[in-house]
């Protein structure tokens, strides 16, 4: 009898949204099992992370000492890595701290800050080891996971979403909210995949699932202006969910101090 493929998910610093994305599966779940056997799945109650696997799912960021070694393991026994939701691919929320004083934040929080065993970044896991997969999401979803899980399978490479949300409010028939209502949206500069859930119920996009390709963001960043917000008010827009984003961080930090001249 063939040997089932193995498959494990591993968290470094993040909320555990996106290993719930596996659990809220529900019957699909069950089905994949019979496809795959989970080797190690905390979240489910699976414990051997030192098995070797063929395909590895990593979610959260980089953000203590000990996450470099051990993620130096995972990679070693892992056939593809892929890493899940917007802490694992740009930082997540922790990230923030990049842009701070993340020393001073700690002496003035903690009582005993010398028990505290944090890096002053977080980072993405892309920056430490090799990466064969990005899935980008805050938190991803179980369609994305299937998707993913079914083409390295059969040898495919995934099809990445690289779209932006407007491109789906539009297959969606959705309003735009940016130009039907004048909510700052950030439709225009992240990628699709969460089906434009937000605009799809008149809310603007908060970029949860990270930047696009070809992201104009400095031109969105001047309409915000004229819908008037304030420059600080543009560069939390950017700097959020996923802060540590190249595209997003540039045009972010560069609205901080106030509006740049050029």
């Known amino acids: 009898m063939a040997t089932k493929p193995t498959v ?4 470094f610093s993040s909320c555990d949204g996106c290993q719930l994305a596996f659990l809220n599966m ?9 496809l795959v056997d989970l080797s190690h799945f905390l979240e489910a109650g699976l414990d051997n992370e030192d098995a070797r696997v063929d395909i590895a799912f990593i979610e959260g960021s980089v953000s203590t000492p000990d996450d470099q070694a051990r993620l130096e ?6 056939g593809y890595l892929v890493t899940i939701g917007a802490c694992a691919t740009a930082g997540g929320i922790q990230a923030l701290r990049n842009m701070a004083d993340a020393s001073a934040w700690t002496q003035a929080i903690y009582a005993s800050p010398e028990y505290i065993r944090s890096l002053d970044t977080a980072t993405p ?9 990005e899935l980008w999401g805050c938190p991803v979803n179980s369609r994305q ?3 993913a899980i ?3 399978l059969f040898g495919v490479a995934p099809v990445e979403e690289n779209d932006k949300v407007c491109l789906e409010c539009k297959r969606r028939d959705n ?6 209502h004048g909510t700052p949206c950030m439709g225009p500069v992240t990628r699709t995949g969460c089906g434009a859930l937000c605009p799809a119920f008149g809310r603007d996009c908060y970029a949860c699932y990270g930047p696009a390709e070809n992201s104009n963001t400095e031109s969105l960043a001047r309409r915000f202006i004229g819908l008037g917000l304030a420059a600080d008010q543009v560069a939390r827009r ?5 802060s540590a984003a190249p595209e997003f961080n540039a045009t972010g930090r560069r609205w901080q101090e106030g509006e740049p001249n050029d």
């Open 8 to 11: 494990s998910v591993h968290k």
């Open 26 to 34: 529900g019957e699909s779940l069950l089905a994949l099992t019979e």
């Open 73 to 78: 393991c995972i990679r070693a026994n892992s």
């Open 125 to 133: 896991i892309r920056e430490h080891v090799k990466v064969d997969l």
């Open 145 to 147: 996971l299937l998707a």
């Open 150 to 152: 079914r083409a390295l």
């Open 175 to 180: 309003v735009c909210v940016l130009v039907a």
């Open 238 to 242: 950017f700097l959020s969910i996923n």
